[in-house]
């Protein structure tokens, strides 16, 4: 694709950037079949291409609209569009550039500035995100249906054993899954355990910086994520005492997308890049690691469970881990549905569900008719907002899948 830059951009680094990623697109428009939002509202704009031809005009000089915002906030940042790409066109950083540039350029009501303020604030701080989530519990029997569902149910606490091993694996706690599914990493602890591997998990719960990442907020993503690091360093250099530890799990595709490139979003931060790119090659998603471990103990002889695993868009498609869970599950003896459309997304992705709630639950509607259609016994997943999400609607048990092996359902 050609490019003529404005001089606004042009000489930046954004800009360079942008323009690289630009000039990569060949306009063929395979993204198009694989695009959530171009399926269900058929506008050229809505799509990965039509996007891509918005930014383009927006860094060339041209009027930058609040019909331009409204096109790039209705993408779910799924990613489906980079695995189907021929030409390997980075269309996730060139979306966060234009949205950045859009939110430079184009006022938001004060409204929809407080709503995506007050989300921020929310759902990255894990004492004020409990304290919400119990006043709702409280209020949750005098509330309408609509707004009842996405109070997620209190977790019956796991109990998590402990030993100390050689091998040691810190972990991240998360802001939103430290408070509303703790049983995903208790139940990472209690599997690694039996795999002779110790986990280590900080006792303040925080943010990795996806949330202000995703809406366009850089500075305070950046904040977020050197906290992180200064949280981890002490477990990664080695010392007199200990060697540092073996990897950094994360049992959160979505907190795992953002780590996976905390050392291409510091990089020019000069007193973090090189930790944030050690900590990048120490990231690993929970399966990359128990797929590599002897996995008999897990067997089960009793009748094998159904499970419909959904795969959330941030596993498959921007870590490119597809099928891994799967072939886990079905090592130990769990019996996989087929899903229909399943590299589609099921309309969480992040605050999305929030920000676009009648695309998000038109892709939640699609997506749990595909994950019932064969009515399994449990709907498991890797992520926790896919998690909460299809459990708003669907009839099924849906868990995170790592708790199959911690505890598989009789």
Sequence with gaps: MQTNL????KDTARGQEA?????????????TATCPTYQLLGDELDSPRGR?????EMLEGNEVTASTQLHLDRCLTCRACETTCPSGVRYSRLIDIGREVVEEKVARSTSDKAKRYFLRKLIEDPKLFKLAINTGRFFRPFLPQALRQKIPAKQRPLFRTKSSHA???????????????????TATSNVLNKLGIQLIEPQTALCCGSVSHHMSVPDAAHQHMRRLIDQWWPYIEPSDDTEGVEAIIITASGCGATVKEYGEMLKHDTAYAEKAKRISQLAKDLCEIIAEEPLEQFSTNTKPLKVAFHSPCTLQHAQQLNSIVERILEKVGFQLTTIIDSHLCCGSAGTYSIMQPDLSQQLLNN????????KPDVIATANIGCQLHIATKAETPVMHWIELLNEPLK
């Design 6 to 9: 404005s001089n606004e951009f």
């Design 19 to 31: 323009d690289d990623i630009l000039r990569s697109c060949v306009h063929c428009g395979f993204c």
């Design 52 to 56: 891509i031809y918005l930014i383009k």
């Design 167 to 185: 091998r040691r694996m810190l972990v991240l706690s998360g802001c939103g899954q430290s408070v509303v599914t703790p049983n995903t990493n």
């Design 367 to 374: 997506k749990i008719g595909h994950l019932e259609n064969e």
